[in-house]
């Protein structure tokens, strides 16, 4: 399994930091990133997470998947590499 995690429908005001934070309970985060509209370099509602191991990206999608941050619920699933 791939350690990279897709995580979409992000509430708008949430950041690298926060992301982060979010799933470093669940492992050691190698990096977490909100994706940003260029211009605007506002959030486009999603990002990705990196985990050390599958292991640890796999416990995060079990608990974190569909769950609610700041009122919106979350999908967590592993990422796919761009084709």
């Known amino acids: 399994m791939n350690n990279k995690l897709f995580v979409g429908s ?3 005001g949430v950041d690298d930091a926060q992301l982060g934070e979010l799933f470093a309970p ?6 977490a990133r909100v ?21 640890s990206a796999q416990s995060a999608i079990e608990a ?3 769950s609610m ?6 999908n967590v699933s592993v990422a796919k590499p761009k084709a």
């Not at 669940?26 to 990096?31: A, K, W």
């Not at 506002?42 to 990705?48: I, L, N, P, W």
């Open 69 to 74: 941050v700041e009122g919106r619920a979350i």
């Open 26 to 31: 669940y492992g050691e985060v190698l990096s």
């Open 64 to 66: 974190l998947d569909g």
């Open 35 to 55: 994706v940003t509209d260029r211009e605007s370099g506002r959030s486009r509602g999603f990002g990705f997470v990196e985990f050390a191991n599958a292991e």
């Open 10 to 12: 992000l509430p708008w």
